[in-house]
Protein backbone atom coordinates (compact mmCIF):
# COMPACT_ATOMS: atom_id res chain seq x y z
CA UNK A 1 0.00 0.00 0.00
CA UNK A 2 1.65 3.35 -1.06
CA UNK A 3 1.75 6.39 1.43
CA UNK A 4 -0.59 8.18 -1.22
CA UNK A 5 -3.67 6.43 0.44
CA UNK A 6 -4.07 8.42 3.03
CA UNK A 7 -1.43 11.42 3.29
CA UNK A 8 -2.78 13.32 6.12
CA UNK A 9 0.12 16.09 4.94
CA UNK A 10 -1.64 16.69 1.70
CA UNK A 11 -5.35 15.42 2.59
CA UNK A 12 -7.81 18.37 1.12
CA UNK A 13 -11.05 19.68 2.65
CA UNK A 14 -14.91 19.75 1.87
CA UNK A 15 -14.31 23.20 1.43
CA UNK A 16 -12.13 23.09 -1.37
CA UNK A 17 -13.64 20.76 -2.86
CA UNK A 18 -16.70 22.92 -3.04
CA UNK A 19 -14.79 26.23 -3.33
CA UNK A 20 -14.77 28.50 -6.67
CA UNK A 21 -12.20 26.60 -7.82
CA UNK A 22 -12.78 23.68 -8.50
CA UNK A 23 -17.00 24.04 -8.04
CA UNK A 24 -17.27 23.40 -11.33
CA UNK A 25 -15.75 20.40 -12.10
CA UNK A 26 -17.29 19.06 -9.05
CA UNK A 27 -20.39 19.66 -10.50
CA UNK A 28 -19.70 18.06 -13.62
CA UNK A 29 -18.40 15.23 -12.32
CA UNK A 30 -21.23 14.94 -9.35
CA UNK A 31 -24.21 16.00 -12.18
CA UNK A 32 -23.32 13.13 -14.48
CA UNK A 33 -23.76 10.14 -12.36
CA UNK A 34 -26.92 12.11 -10.47
CA UNK A 35 -28.23 12.06 -14.11
CA UNK A 36 -27.39 8.19 -14.40
CA UNK A 37 -28.59 6.90 -11.24
CA UNK A 38 -31.92 9.68 -11.19
CA UNK A 39 -33.01 8.72 -14.79
CA UNK A 40 -32.63 4.62 -13.75
CA UNK A 41 -35.03 5.08 -10.55
CA UNK A 42 -37.35 7.84 -12.21
CA UNK A 43 -37.93 5.64 -15.12
CA UNK A 44 -38.62 2.49 -12.85
CA UNK A 45 -41.21 4.55 -11.38
CA UNK A 46 -43.33 6.28 -14.00
CA UNK A 47 -42.88 3.21 -16.10
CA UNK A 48 -46.33 1.59 -15.07
CA UNK A 49 -48.16 5.09 -16.70
CA UNK A 50 -45.83 4.48 -20.13
CA UNK A 51 -47.05 1.40 -20.78
CA UNK A 52 -50.90 2.05 -19.99
CA UNK A 53 -50.16 5.25 -22.74
CA UNK A 54 -48.01 3.45 -25.37
CA UNK A 55 -48.63 0.07 -24.67
CA UNK A 56 -46.05 -3.12 -25.04
CA UNK A 57 -46.57 -4.38 -21.50
CA UNK A 58 -44.67 -7.76 -22.73
CA UNK A 59 -41.01 -5.60 -23.11
CA UNK A 60 -41.36 -4.10 -19.58
CA UNK A 61 -38.78 -5.66 -17.93
CA UNK A 62 -36.69 -5.14 -20.98
CA UNK A 63 -37.07 -1.20 -20.19
CA UNK A 64 -34.14 -1.37 -17.27
CA UNK A 65 -32.71 -4.52 -19.48
CA UNK A 66 -31.28 -2.40 -22.36
CA UNK A 67 -30.50 0.14 -19.58
CA UNK A 68 -28.02 -2.01 -18.01
CA UNK A 69 -26.64 -3.64 -20.81
CA UNK A 70 -26.08 -0.60 -22.88
CA UNK A 71 -24.47 1.05 -19.43
CA UNK A 72 -22.04 -1.57 -19.22
CA UNK A 73 -20.75 -1.80 -22.79
CA UNK A 74 -20.52 1.69 -22.98
CA UNK A 75 -18.29 1.88 -19.31
CA UNK A 76 -15.95 -0.19 -20.77
CA UNK A 77 -15.24 1.99 -23.89
CA UNK A 78 -14.70 4.81 -20.93
CA UNK A 79 -11.26 4.89 -20.67
CA UNK A 80 -10.29 4.60 -24.74
CA UNK A 81 -12.92 7.39 -25.03
CA UNK A 82 -11.24 9.98 -22.56
CA UNK A 83 -7.94 9.22 -24.01
CA UNK A 84 -9.30 9.74 -27.64
CA UNK A 85 -11.10 13.00 -26.64
CA UNK A 86 -10.03 14.43 -23.18
CA UNK A 87 -12.33 15.12 -20.55
CA UNK A 88 -14.10 18.33 -22.02
CA UNK A 89 -14.70 16.30 -25.16
CA UNK A 90 -15.81 13.42 -24.09
CA UNK A 91 -18.12 14.61 -21.44
CA UNK A 92 -20.05 16.47 -24.52
CA UNK A 93 -20.40 13.70 -26.39
CA UNK A 94 -21.73 11.80 -23.46
CA UNK A 95 -24.07 14.41 -22.67
CA UNK A 96 -24.99 14.90 -26.16
CA UNK A 97 -26.29 11.51 -26.51
CA UNK A 98 -28.00 10.99 -23.40
CA UNK A 99 -30.17 13.95 -24.15
CA UNK A 100 -30.72 12.57 -27.16
CA UNK A 101 -32.09 9.32 -25.94
CA UNK A 102 -33.83 11.14 -23.20
CA UNK A 103 -35.50 12.79 -26.36
CA UNK A 104 -36.54 9.77 -27.70
CA UNK A 105 -38.14 8.70 -25.00
CA UNK A 106 -40.21 11.89 -24.38
CA UNK A 107 -41.46 11.43 -27.94
CA UNK A 108 -41.75 7.51 -27.75
CA UNK A 109 -45.07 6.77 -29.74
CA UNK A 110 -44.56 2.90 -29.29
CA UNK A 111 -42.51 0.53 -26.90
CA UNK A 112 -40.29 -0.77 -29.33
CA UNK A 113 -39.51 3.20 -30.10
CA UNK A 114 -39.12 3.74 -25.75
CA UNK A 115 -36.39 0.14 -25.76
CA UNK A 116 -34.37 2.61 -28.10
CA UNK A 117 -34.19 5.65 -26.42
CA UNK A 118 -33.57 3.27 -23.05
CA UNK A 119 -30.49 1.95 -24.83
CA UNK A 120 -29.30 4.77 -26.68
CA UNK A 121 -29.59 6.86 -22.64
CA UNK A 122 -28.01 3.02 -21.40
CA UNK A 123 -25.04 3.79 -23.55
CA UNK A 124 -24.48 7.48 -23.07
CA UNK A 125 -25.27 7.10 -18.77
CA UNK A 126 -22.88 4.52 -18.84
CA UNK A 127 -19.79 6.46 -20.49
CA UNK A 128 -20.97 9.68 -17.89
CA UNK A 129 -20.98 7.45 -14.84
CA UNK A 130 -17.62 5.92 -15.36
CA UNK A 131 -16.38 9.19 -16.47
CA UNK A 132 -17.50 10.95 -13.15
CA UNK A 133 -14.54 8.35 -11.78
CA UNK A 134 -12.01 8.50 -14.31
CA UNK A 135 -11.72 11.94 -14.63
CA UNK A 136 -11.64 12.87 -11.19
CA UNK A 137 -6.92 12.35 -11.35
CA UNK A 138 -7.46 14.58 -14.25
CA UNK A 139 -9.69 17.64 -13.24
CA UNK A 140 -9.02 17.51 -9.22
CA UNK A 141 -5.51 17.62 -7.28
CA UNK A 142 -5.03 13.80 -5.87
CA UNK A 143 -5.45 15.42 -1.89
CA UNK A 144 -9.43 15.67 -3.33
CA UNK A 145 -9.36 11.89 -4.23
CA UNK A 146 -11.02 10.78 -1.36
CA UNK A 147 -13.63 13.37 -1.32
CA UNK A 148 -14.10 13.39 -4.73
CA UNK A 149 -15.14 9.95 -4.70
CA UNK A 150 -17.47 10.39 -1.87
CA UNK A 151 -19.44 12.89 -3.55
CA UNK A 152 -19.36 11.28 -7.01
CA UNK A 153 -20.77 7.97 -5.30
CA UNK A 154 -23.46 9.38 -3.06
CA UNK A 155 -25.06 10.59 -6.09
CA UNK A 156 -26.41 7.45 -6.34
CA UNK A 157 -28.27 7.57 -3.13
CA UNK A 158 -29.44 11.07 -4.16
CA UNK A 159 -30.63 8.94 -7.18
CA UNK A 160 -32.53 6.81 -5.12
CA UNK A 161 -34.28 9.67 -3.25
CA UNK A 162 -35.08 11.65 -5.80
CA UNK A 163 -35.76 8.90 -9.17
CA UNK A 164 -38.60 7.87 -7.32
CA UNK A 165 -40.45 10.82 -5.95
CA UNK A 166 -40.02 12.37 -9.01
CA UNK A 167 -41.06 9.33 -11.02
CA UNK A 168 -44.14 8.98 -8.99
CA UNK A 169 -44.88 12.97 -9.40
CA UNK A 170 -44.57 13.07 -13.12
CA UNK A 171 -46.72 9.74 -12.92
CA UNK A 172 -49.11 11.52 -10.91
CA UNK A 173 -50.22 14.22 -12.87
CA UNK A 174 -50.15 11.81 -16.04
CA UNK A 175 -46.97 13.96 -17.25
CA UNK A 176 -44.73 11.07 -18.21
CA UNK A 177 -43.02 12.33 -20.91
CA UNK A 178 -42.29 15.67 -19.42
CA UNK A 179 -39.63 13.45 -16.62
CA UNK A 180 -37.81 12.71 -19.96
CA UNK A 181 -38.30 16.17 -20.94
CA UNK A 182 -36.68 17.34 -17.84
CA UNK A 183 -33.56 15.21 -18.44
CA UNK A 184 -32.90 16.61 -21.60
CA UNK A 185 -33.20 20.50 -20.14
CA UNK A 186 -30.98 19.34 -17.09
CA UNK A 187 -28.37 17.70 -19.38
CA UNK A 188 -28.21 20.76 -21.83
CA UNK A 189 -27.87 22.73 -18.96
CA UNK A 190 -24.50 20.94 -18.05
CA UNK A 191 -23.26 20.89 -20.86
CA UNK A 192 -22.73 24.89 -21.19
CA UNK A 193 -21.42 23.78 -17.95
CA UNK A 194 -18.55 21.37 -18.90
CA UNK A 195 -16.05 23.81 -21.16
CA UNK A 196 -15.70 26.16 -18.52
CA UNK A 197 -15.13 23.67 -15.55
CA UNK A 198 -12.91 20.97 -17.30
CA UNK A 199 -9.56 20.79 -19.03
CA UNK A 200 -9.19 19.67 -22.74
CA UNK A 201 -6.80 16.95 -21.84
CA UNK A 202 -5.46 15.51 -18.91
CA UNK A 203 -2.62 16.93 -17.69
CA UNK A 204 -0.82 13.71 -18.05
CA UNK A 205 -1.60 13.27 -21.66
CA UNK A 206 -0.67 16.70 -24.49
CA UNK A 207 -1.50 14.10 -27.24
CA UNK A 208 -4.67 12.16 -28.63
CA UNK A 209 -4.19 8.73 -28.51
CA UNK A 210 -6.06 6.28 -31.17
CA UNK A 211 -9.66 5.52 -30.33
CA UNK A 212 -8.88 1.67 -29.36
CA UNK A 213 -11.74 -0.35 -28.33
CA UNK A 214 -11.36 -3.31 -26.28
CA UNK A 215 -13.68 -5.42 -28.39
CA UNK A 216 -12.92 -8.89 -27.03
CA UNK A 217 -13.37 -7.41 -23.35
CA UNK A 218 -16.29 -5.42 -24.28
CA UNK A 219 -18.38 -8.39 -25.89
CA UNK A 220 -17.91 -10.62 -23.12
CA UNK A 221 -18.95 -8.04 -20.53
CA UNK A 222 -21.69 -6.73 -22.56
CA UNK A 223 -22.89 -10.90 -22.86
CA UNK A 224 -22.45 -11.33 -19.52
CA UNK A 225 -24.59 -8.32 -18.39
CA UNK A 226 -27.29 -9.24 -20.64
CA UNK A 227 -27.51 -12.85 -19.29
CA UNK A 228 -27.38 -12.04 -15.72
CA UNK A 229 -30.19 -9.07 -16.35
CA UNK A 230 -31.83 -11.81 -18.39
CA UNK A 231 -31.78 -14.41 -15.20
CA UNK A 232 -34.12 -11.79 -12.78
CA UNK A 233 -36.66 -12.00 -15.83
CA UNK A 234 -38.34 -15.66 -15.61
CA UNK A 235 -40.16 -17.19 -12.67
CA UNK A 236 -38.10 -20.28 -12.89
CA UNK A 237 -35.82 -20.69 -10.30
CA UNK A 238 -33.83 -23.31 -12.03
CA UNK A 239 -33.23 -21.37 -14.69
CA UNK A 240 -32.41 -17.98 -13.34
CA UNK A 241 -29.95 -20.23 -11.67
CA UNK A 242 -28.64 -21.67 -14.89
CA UNK A 243 -28.25 -17.98 -16.56
CA UNK A 244 -26.37 -16.69 -13.36
CA UNK A 245 -23.81 -19.41 -13.67
CA UNK A 246 -23.58 -18.85 -17.55
CA UNK A 247 -23.43 -15.09 -16.58
CA UNK A 248 -20.27 -15.89 -14.19
CA UNK A 249 -18.72 -18.08 -16.56
CA UNK A 250 -18.49 -15.24 -19.52
CA UNK A 251 -17.32 -12.75 -16.06
CA UNK A 252 -14.28 -15.39 -15.79
CA UNK A 253 -13.99 -15.32 -19.73
CA UNK A 254 -13.50 -11.43 -19.96
CA UNK A 255 -11.17 -11.95 -17.30
CA UNK A 256 -8.81 -14.34 -18.91
CA UNK A 257 -8.86 -12.18 -22.02
CA UNK A 258 -8.99 -8.59 -20.29
CA UNK A 259 -5.45 -10.31 -18.67
CA UNK A 260 -4.25 -11.03 -22.27
CA UNK A 261 -5.53 -7.92 -23.63
CA UNK A 262 -3.82 -5.78 -20.85
CA UNK A 263 -0.29 -6.19 -22.52
CA UNK A 264 -1.17 -4.29 -25.78
CA UNK A 265 -3.41 -1.44 -23.65
CA UNK A 266 -6.48 -2.84 -24.57
CA UNK A 267 -8.53 -4.50 -21.44
CA UNK A 268 -11.15 -2.80 -19.21
CA UNK A 269 -8.91 -3.37 -16.13
CA UNK A 270 -5.39 -2.10 -15.54
CA UNK A 271 -2.77 -3.90 -15.90
CA UNK A 272 -1.81 -3.27 -12.45
CA UNK A 273 -5.39 -5.77 -11.23
CA UNK A 274 -3.68 -8.83 -12.76
CA UNK A 275 -0.33 -7.92 -11.40
CA UNK A 276 0.76 -9.12 -7.08
CA UNK A 277 -0.86 -6.62 -4.92
CA UNK A 278 -3.88 -5.09 -3.36
CA UNK A 279 -5.67 -3.70 -6.52
CA UNK A 280 -7.50 -6.88 -7.56
CA UNK A 281 -8.58 -7.20 -4.29
CA UNK A 282 -10.20 -3.13 -3.91
CA UNK A 283 -12.13 -4.07 -6.85
CA UNK A 284 -13.07 -7.27 -5.53
CA UNK A 285 -14.21 -5.58 -2.62
CA UNK A 286 -15.99 -2.94 -4.27
CA UNK A 287 -18.08 -5.42 -6.60
CA UNK A 288 -19.01 -7.68 -3.63
CA UNK A 289 -19.83 -4.53 -1.41
CA UNK A 290 -22.12 -3.89 -4.34
CA UNK A 291 -23.52 -6.93 -5.45
CA UNK A 292 -24.77 -7.19 -1.65
CA UNK A 293 -26.50 -3.87 -1.41
CA UNK A 294 -29.50 -5.27 -4.26
CA UNK A 295 -31.18 -6.65 -1.44
CA UNK A 296 -32.86 -3.32 -1.43
CA UNK A 297 -34.79 -3.93 -5.02
CA UNK A 298 -37.19 -6.09 -2.78
CA UNK A 299 -37.51 -4.05 0.22
CA UNK A 300 -40.37 -2.53 -1.11
CA UNK A 301 -42.52 -5.09 -1.55
CA UNK A 302 -41.70 -7.10 1.46
CA UNK A 303 -42.59 -3.55 3.04
CA UNK A 304 -46.07 -4.00 1.23
CA UNK A 305 -46.51 -7.48 1.63
CA UNK A 306 -45.47 -7.78 5.19
CA UNK A 307 -45.88 -5.01 7.04
CA UNK A 308 -49.12 -3.99 4.70
CA UNK A 309 -47.86 -0.59 4.11
CA UNK A 310 -48.87 1.77 1.21
CA UNK A 311 -46.86 2.02 -2.14
CA UNK A 312 -45.40 4.93 -1.65
CA UNK A 313 -44.23 4.50 2.16
CA UNK A 314 -42.79 0.79 1.43
CA UNK A 315 -41.18 2.90 -1.30
CA UNK A 316 -39.53 5.31 1.42
CA UNK A 317 -38.38 2.23 3.16
CA UNK A 318 -35.95 0.88 0.85
CA UNK A 319 -34.15 5.05 0.46
CA UNK A 320 -32.81 3.83 4.52
CA UNK A 321 -30.42 2.02 2.80
CA UNK A 322 -29.25 4.82 0.12
CA UNK A 323 -29.27 7.07 3.13
CA UNK A 324 -27.44 5.02 5.18
CA UNK A 325 -24.80 5.30 2.11
CA UNK A 326 -24.62 8.91 1.46
CA UNK A 327 -24.16 9.84 4.73
CA UNK A 328 -21.50 7.19 5.83
CA UNK A 329 -19.41 7.96 2.87
CA UNK A 330 -19.61 11.62 3.50
CA UNK A 331 -18.55 11.23 6.98
CA UNK A 332 -16.22 8.53 6.56
CA UNK A 333 -14.25 10.70 3.50
CA UNK A 334 -13.52 13.68 6.17
CA UNK A 335 -11.10 10.83 7.97
CA UNK A 336 -7.39 11.07 6.61
CA UNK A 337 -5.20 9.33 9.26
CA UNK A 338 -3.92 6.08 7.29
CA UNK A 339 -4.40 3.79 10.05
CA UNK A 340 -8.37 5.27 10.79
CA UNK A 341 -8.74 4.76 7.15
CA UNK A 342 -7.31 1.04 7.01
CA UNK A 343 -9.74 -0.08 9.96
CA UNK A 344 -12.62 1.74 8.39
CA UNK A 345 -12.19 -0.94 5.16
CA UNK A 346 -11.62 -3.45 7.28
CA UNK A 347 -14.53 -3.35 9.27
CA UNK A 348 -17.24 -1.86 6.72
CA UNK A 349 -18.41 -4.95 5.40
CA UNK A 350 -18.84 -6.54 8.73
CA UNK A 351 -20.98 -3.57 9.23
CA UNK A 352 -22.96 -4.45 6.25
CA UNK A 353 -22.98 -8.35 7.52
CA UNK A 354 -24.37 -6.73 10.63
CA UNK A 355 -26.81 -4.81 9.52
CA UNK A 356 -28.40 -7.46 6.68
CA UNK A 357 -28.23 -10.15 9.71
CA UNK A 358 -30.49 -7.88 11.72
CA UNK A 359 -33.35 -7.42 9.03
CA UNK A 360 -33.14 -11.25 8.28
CA UNK A 361 -33.61 -12.22 12.35
CA UNK A 362 -36.40 -10.09 12.86
CA UNK A 363 -38.47 -10.57 9.59
CA UNK A 364 -42.29 -12.08 10.33
CA UNK A 365 -45.63 -11.31 8.94
CA UNK A 366 -48.10 -8.35 9.73
CA UNK A 367 -44.98 -6.55 10.61
CA UNK A 368 -45.64 -4.24 13.66
CA UNK A 369 -44.90 -0.19 13.20
CA UNK A 370 -41.60 -1.33 16.13
CA UNK A 371 -40.28 -3.56 13.38
CA UNK A 372 -40.62 -2.13 10.54
CA UNK A 373 -38.90 0.89 12.30
CA UNK A 374 -36.22 -2.03 12.89
CA UNK A 375 -36.16 -3.17 9.08
CA UNK A 376 -35.22 0.77 8.24
CA UNK A 377 -32.36 0.84 10.75
CA UNK A 378 -30.76 -2.01 9.72
CA UNK A 379 -31.07 -1.17 6.11
CA UNK A 380 -29.33 2.19 7.46
CA UNK A 381 -26.63 0.25 9.05
CA UNK A 382 -26.47 -1.72 5.96
CA UNK A 383 -25.90 1.27 3.79
CA UNK A 384 -23.42 3.08 6.20
CA UNK A 385 -21.09 0.20 5.69
CA UNK A 386 -20.67 0.19 2.35
CA UNK A 387 -20.73 3.99 2.46
CA UNK A 388 -17.71 3.54 5.15
CA UNK A 389 -15.46 1.85 2.25
CA UNK A 390 -16.49 3.36 -0.97
CA UNK A 391 -14.31 6.53 -1.29
CA UNK A 392 -11.35 5.29 0.02
CA UNK A 393 -11.46 2.22 -1.86
CA UNK A 394 -12.40 4.08 -5.14
CA UNK A 395 -9.32 6.82 -4.62
CA UNK A 396 -7.01 3.52 -3.81
CA UNK A 397 -7.72 2.07 -6.78
CA UNK A 398 -7.30 5.44 -8.97
CA UNK A 399 -3.71 5.96 -6.71
CA UNK A 400 -2.61 2.49 -6.61
CA UNK A 401 -1.51 2.02 -10.51
CA UNK A 402 2.03 1.29 -11.29
CA UNK A 403 1.90 4.15 -13.91
CA UNK A 404 -0.75 6.61 -13.11
CA UNK A 405 0.00 8.23 -16.33
CA UNK A 406 -0.91 5.29 -18.46
CA UNK A 407 -3.24 3.29 -16.22
CA UNK A 408 -5.25 5.93 -13.95
CA UNK A 409 -7.50 6.81 -16.00
CA UNK A 410 -8.31 3.20 -17.06
CA UNK A 411 -8.46 1.98 -13.20
CA UNK A 412 -10.56 4.79 -12.05
CA UNK A 413 -12.90 4.00 -14.93
CA UNK A 414 -13.48 0.12 -14.07
CA UNK A 415 -14.69 1.27 -10.44
CA UNK A 416 -18.32 1.60 -12.60
CA UNK A 417 -17.58 -1.14 -14.89
CA UNK A 418 -17.03 -3.14 -11.93
CA UNK A 419 -20.20 -1.29 -10.03
CA UNK A 420 -22.76 -2.04 -12.63
CA UNK A 421 -21.90 -5.73 -13.59
CA UNK A 422 -21.76 -7.06 -9.96
CA UNK A 423 -24.94 -4.81 -9.22
CA UNK A 424 -26.38 -7.01 -11.87
CA UNK A 425 -25.36 -9.76 -10.61
CA UNK A 426 -26.35 -9.48 -6.86
CA UNK A 427 -29.89 -8.62 -8.20
CA UNK A 428 -29.57 -11.85 -10.32
CA UNK A 429 -28.80 -13.38 -6.93
CA UNK A 430 -31.43 -11.66 -5.14
CA UNK A 431 -34.26 -12.93 -7.95
CA UNK A 432 -33.30 -16.52 -7.44
CA UNK A 433 -33.50 -16.42 -3.52
CA UNK A 434 -36.53 -14.97 -3.59
CA UNK A 435 -38.21 -17.31 -6.21
CA UNK A 436 -36.72 -20.39 -4.53
CA UNK A 437 -39.43 -19.52 -2.12
CA UNK A 438 -43.42 -20.14 -1.48
CA UNK A 439 -43.92 -17.59 0.71
CA UNK A 440 -42.88 -13.99 1.38
CA UNK A 441 -41.89 -14.81 4.87
CA UNK A 442 -39.19 -17.47 4.19
CA UNK A 443 -38.28 -15.60 1.09
CA UNK A 444 -37.69 -12.47 2.78
CA UNK A 445 -35.48 -14.02 5.25
CA UNK A 446 -33.27 -16.25 3.41
CA UNK A 447 -32.68 -13.03 0.83
CA UNK A 448 -31.15 -10.82 3.86
CA UNK A 449 -29.19 -14.14 5.15
CA UNK A 450 -27.70 -14.89 2.19
CA UNK A 451 -26.61 -11.34 1.53
CA UNK A 452 -25.27 -11.14 5.16
CA UNK A 453 -23.22 -14.50 4.70
CA UNK A 454 -22.00 -12.58 1.32
CA UNK A 455 -21.13 -9.31 2.73
CA UNK A 456 -19.30 -11.05 5.96
CA UNK A 457 -16.93 -13.23 3.27
CA UNK A 458 -16.33 -9.70 1.98
CA UNK A 459 -14.18 -8.96 4.68
CA UNK A 460 -11.42 -11.69 3.93
CA UNK A 461 -10.94 -8.98 0.88
CA UNK A 462 -11.27 -6.10 2.29
CA UNK A 463 -8.79 -7.46 4.50
CA UNK A 464 -6.57 -8.03 1.37
CA UNK A 465 -6.85 -4.75 0.10
CA UNK A 466 -5.43 -2.93 2.96
CA UNK A 467 -2.41 -4.90 2.54
CA UNK A 468 0.62 -2.87 1.64
CA UNK A 469 1.27 -3.74 -2.44
CA UNK A 470 4.38 -5.68 -2.74
CA UNK A 471 7.87 -4.35 -3.70
CA UNK A 472 9.52 -4.61 -6.46
CA UNK A 473 10.24 -8.43 -7.67
CA UNK A 474 8.30 -9.84 -4.74
CA UNK A 475 5.75 -12.57 -5.75
CA UNK A 476 3.19 -12.23 -2.91
CA UNK A 477 -0.26 -11.88 -4.36
Not at 127 to 150: C, F, T
Not at 302 to 328: K, M, N
Request: net charge positive.
Amino acid sequence: MTETRADTATAGSWRELLGPKHLGASTVLAGGVALYATNEFLTISLLPSAVAEIGGHRFYAWVTTVYLVASVVAATTVGAVLSRLGPRRAYLAGLTVFGAGSLLCAIAPTMEFLLLGRTVQGAAGGLLAGLGYAVINAALPQSLWVRASALVSAMWGVGTLLGPAGGGLFAQFGSWRWAFGVLVILTAAMAVLVPVALPGRAATGTEAAALRIPVWSLLLLGAAALVISVAGIPRNPVLTAVLLAGGLGLIAAFLAVDRVRAAQALSVLPPSAFRPGPLKWMYLTLGLLMAATMVDMYVPLFGQRLAHLEPVVAGFLGVALAVGWTSGELVSASVDRRRAVVRIVAVAPLVMAIGLGSAALSVRPDASVGVTIGWALALLVTGTGIGMAWPHLSAWAMGTVQDPSTEGATAAAAINTVQLICGAFGAGLAGVIVNAQHDDVSAARWMFAVFSALAAVTAVAAYRATRPAPQSGSSSS
